[in-house]
């Protein structure tokens, strides 16, 4: 990759996330640490607003911005090929915003791009039209991004019905189901629910904050322990 090449990708990065660390942005561009370390040197010293310092993390101060980007073809591949995989999993409204996302971007790609990207062989299945997953994953990752507790009836694996007051944390997909990442208030520790055995849910007024241990990026880390373990 070209240096400059390798430039404009890292300020890429730094722009999609809140905190990214020169170990994250290492591994993204095959990279050494110190070879990240020396090129965000040289890119305040262009005037590119990074604020951070090493063995804490970066961001892109507020404001900056660079010209609209154009897609490259194999690009807008992978973008239809994500698009026509997740469809089939999400719930119809948020698969309704997938397409028309889509379909945006598709309008604006050259004529070759265009018909490379709508005619790549890559196909997701569509889900039953009964699967009970679909009925409760909007209010429920409405749920978690409005931070509202839940009030859920589930039925686990052994067909016990049980209530649960969660901390909705996130939804998410495991390939053949989906499950809800809660911290659970009756067990004070995280759990997951399969979405599809969830009986009914009821969203409560009651708030929640992000508490030390037990949010997302807290379960998240316990997965990450639980792989390298």
């Not at 945006?104 to 299945?125: E, Q, Y």
Request: net charge positive.
């Amino acid at each position: 990759m070209r240096r400059a090449d390798r430039l404009f990708q890292l300020v890429q990065l730094i722009r999609a996330r809140r905190l990214s660390t020169a170990d994250y942005l290492a591994q993204r561009l095959e990279v050494s640490v110190r070879t990240v370390y020396r090129a965000i040197a040289d890119l305040q010293a262009q005037g590119v607003p990074i604020d951070g310092e090493a063995g804490v993390g970066y961001r892109m101060r507020a404001g900056f911005d660079l010209p609209p980007l154009m897609f490259s073809q194999a690009e807008a591949q992978a973008l239809v090929a994500a698009v026509r995989m997740a469809r089939p999993r999400l719930d119809a409204a948020l698969a309704a915003e997938a397409d028309a996302a889509l379909g945006k971007i598709l309008a604006v790609l050259p004529p070759a791009a265009r018909t490379a990207a709508v005619g790549l062989p890559v196909f997701g299945v569509a889900a039953r039209a009964d699967d009970p997953a679909h009925r409760w994953l909007e209010p429920l990752r409405d749920a978690a991004a409005s931070r509202h507790k839940l009030q859920l009836r589930y039925l686990d694996l052994k067909d016990q019905e049980s209530e649960r007051t969660v901390r909705p944390l996130g939804c998410v997909h495991w390939g053949a189901v989906w499950t809800l990442a809660t911290w659970c208030e009756q067990r004070q520790a995280f759990r997951n629910f399969r979405i599809d055995r969830i009986v009914a849910l009821q969203r409560l007024d009651e708030r929640f904050r992000d508490e030390p241990g037990r949010t997302l990026a807290d379960l998240m880390r316990q997965y990450d322990l639980r792989a390298d373990g």
